[in-house]
């Protein structure tokens, strides 16, 4: 049964050696079955990759490089792409639910409409991503790096996401209930119409950010640094107490 798998990999493989044009990357029938059967390829060189489609689930891609790889709408539920490059990589739509991308390179990637729910999100640089309509719903992370982010209607509904960065982000219609944004960082940023109800702010830094119609019922608000520059009093909740 695994013999004949392998085989059909390897088929399926060698269909994609002989339809792949000069600028994607052809991947050797070898390195195919190491990913799609062996779920293991840390460290591969699958730069413009095209596995748009695919089911990459549990696969270990540690440390790969898949700069500009095409994997809109692919299956990476539960994968490892701890400290992988995919700056640049096309994610629409892609399931990427319950993946690691610790440390990651996601800048300039398109994940609009990705599903990135209970991710692990350590250090990931998602600067000048697509992120709309993404689902965030239950990601960890620290010190994520949305700096120019497009996270317009996207859904982080209970992230973990404290000290993340989202100066210079695209926040309209973002959803953040019950988040913990503890110390990040939105100074000079639009945030318009962004639902905050229940999140965890202390200590974040809004100044000369340009709030417009957020939502703040029940947002406990001690120590951010507001608008104004100054920081809210202990006992801020829905509103800043100056």
Not at 69 to 85: P, R, W, Y
Not at 178 to 198: C, H, I, K, M, Y
Request: charged letters at 20%.
């Amino acid at each position: 049964m695994r013999l004949n798998l392998k085989l059909s990999v390897l088929a399926g493989a060698t269909a994609l050696l002989i339809g792949a044009s000069t600028s994607v990357f052809a991947i050797t029938p070898e390195v195919f079955v190491q990913i799609t059967v062996e779920k293991h390829c840390a460290k591969c060189q699958l730069p413009k990759v095209d596995f748009s489609g695919f089911d990459l689930s549990k696969v270990n891609l540690q440390h790969s490089d898949l700069q500009a790889a095409n994997l809109e709408g692919a299956n990476l539920q539960h994968s490892d792409f701890t400290g992988a490059n995919l700056s640049n990589a096309n994610l629409k739509g892609a399931n990427l639910s319950g993946a690691k991308l610790d440390g990651a390179d996601l800048s300039g990637c398109d994940l609009a409409g990705a599903n990135l729910s209970q991710t692990s999100l350590h250090k990931t640089n998602f600067s000048k991503a697509k992120l709309h309509l993404a689902q965030l719903q239950g990601a960890v992370g620290e010190q994520v790096d949305f700096r120019q982010a497009d996270l317009i209607s996207a859904q982080a509904e209970r992230a973990q996401l404290k000290g993340a960065d989202f100066r210079g982000a695209k926040l309209y219609w973002t959803r953040f209930d019950l988040a913990d944004l503890s110390n990040s960082r939105f100074e000079q940023t639009t945030v318009e119409e962004v639902s905050f109800p229940g999140a965890q702010l202390k200590g974040a830094n809004f100044s000369d950010a340009h709030l417009i119609a957020p939502a703040l019922h029940g947002t406990r608000l001690t120590g951010v640094v507001w608008t104004t520059g100054k920081t809210c009093k202990k006992g801020s909740i829905g509103f800043c107490q100056k």
